[in-house]
Structures are given as structure tokens and as C-alpha cells.
Nanobody
Framework: VQVVESGGGWVQTGGSLRLSCAVSGYTFHAYAIGWFRQAPGKAREAVVCASSGEGTTYYLDSVKDRFTISVDKAQNTVYLQMNSLQPEDTAVYSC???????????????????WGKGTLVAVSS
């Protein structure tokens, strides 16, 4: 399984970005894929997860009304649409997948078997 993120970059406060997570060698018939982020000097945190078994779960109240995860099974790609970006959203965003098709305990990062290298999102004030 290979996970590759793209779409990061620099954006001004209030701007938008759409991140892509291409997952190859993985079945989207039963899936659980999450987005995570790690800001400079801070611990990694789960942002949102989508699964065939449980739907979508958000882990950060600060992004619930601004970020949207979507899954394109035909393209084997998961997207993260990020709107109204704020400086505190600055982080390396990573995508990860697991074989178990539920989002429970994705904050146990070791439970996600397949990780990408991440893409940097930088929001200027």
C-alpha cells in the first residue's frame, strides 16, 4: 500500500486549500482513512476520519465547520477541503489508512498501518 499526499502550500488567512491523498494497493470496498496534522513543536493530532463502516468522524471542534473529507473510490483518492484557514491550521498534514474499516481509536496512531509522508500547509496572518 502506498499513500501519497499533495495539495499543500502557502495561503493567507481565510483562504482555502484542497488536499489529496492517493492510496494505491488498497481496497476501497472496506476502508478507513484519516487526516492527521502536526504543527511545529506540537504533537500529532487526528483531524478527521472517513470509513465505510462508520461514516465520518471529526476529532477537532475547530475544524468541523471548515474542513470536509470526501472519498472518491473510482480514483482511490481521499480529499480534505479546507476553508477559512487560520494561522493555527499551519501544520504538516498526513493521510493514513488502515485495513479495519472503522474510525474508532485512530488517535492510536500505531493502529493506522499505512502512512504518507505528509504535505505542508502554511497559513500566513
Amino acid at each position: 500500500v502506498q499513500v501519497v499526499e499533495s495539495g499543500g502550500g502557502w495561503v493567507q488567512t481565510g483562504g482555502s486549500l484542497r488536499l489529496s491523498c492517493a492510496v494505491s494497493g488498497y481496497t476501497f470496498h472496506a476502508y478507513a482513512i484519516g487526516w492527521f496534522r502536526q504543527a511545529p513543536g506540537k504533537a500529532r493530532e487526528a483531524v478527521v476520519c472517513a470509513s465505510s463502516g462508520e461514516g465520518t468522524t471529526y476529532y477537532l471542534d475547530s475544524v468541523k465547520d471548515r474542513f470536509t473529507i470526501s472519498v472518491d473510490k473510482a480514483q482511490n483518492t481521499v480529499y480534505l477541503q479546507m476553508n477559512s484557514l487560520q494561522p493555527e491550521d499551519t501544520a504538516v498534514y498526513s493521510c493514513a489508512a488502515r485495513n479495519r474499516p472503522v474510525c474508532s481509536q485512530v488517535e492510536n496512531f500505531n493502529s493506522m498501518g499505512f502512512w504518507g509522508k505528509g504535505t505542508l500547509v502554511a497559513v500566513s496572518s
